[in-house]
């Protein structure tokens, strides 16, 4: 448990540090971003979307925050911490994470100006809560 721990606190502090690089050219990615990157992707998935008119950098923060955000909140659940949590990880599928997102901030507007990763761990502890 404390070499998951300290291998998690190891990738966030690279994240924290590759963003604090880039702060200047980049902005954080907001939960409606992340819808609509996430929307664009499913039109993709469905062929109602030509490939060549994304650039492929929104389909991979979409896809990859999801993911990041499955494996930190497992760490939530499992290790009681407080605030958002999701089983995710062990319950479900990222197709699966991806939707529940996608429905959340559909019906939660008010929260687009969130941060990306706030916005995607409501959805996840609300559609996959901890089981204990």
């Known amino acids: ?56 950098f929104s389909a991979g923060l979409c896809l990859g925050r999801i993911e990041a955000i499955m494996i930190a909140l497992y760490f939530n659940c499992e290790g009681g911490g407080s605030g958002y949590g999701s089983n995710a990880l062990k319950t479900s599928t990222s197709v699966a994470v991806r939707q529940a997102f996608l429905n959340y901030a559909r019906d939660n507007p008010q929260t687009w100006e969130e941060p990306s990763y706030l916005g995607m761990s409501k959805a996840m502890a609300e559609y996959f809560p901890c089981s204990n």
């Open 1 to 56: 448990m404390v070499i998951k721990q300290a291998l998690l606190g190891l990738t966030l502090s690279l994240v924290w540090i590759a963003a604090a690089q880039a702060q200047d050219n980049l902005r954080w990615q907001t939960t409606g971003d992340a819808y609509l990157s996430c929307k664009k992707y499913e039109a993709i998935l469905d062929n109602k979307l030509d490939p060549s008119n994304i650039d492929s």
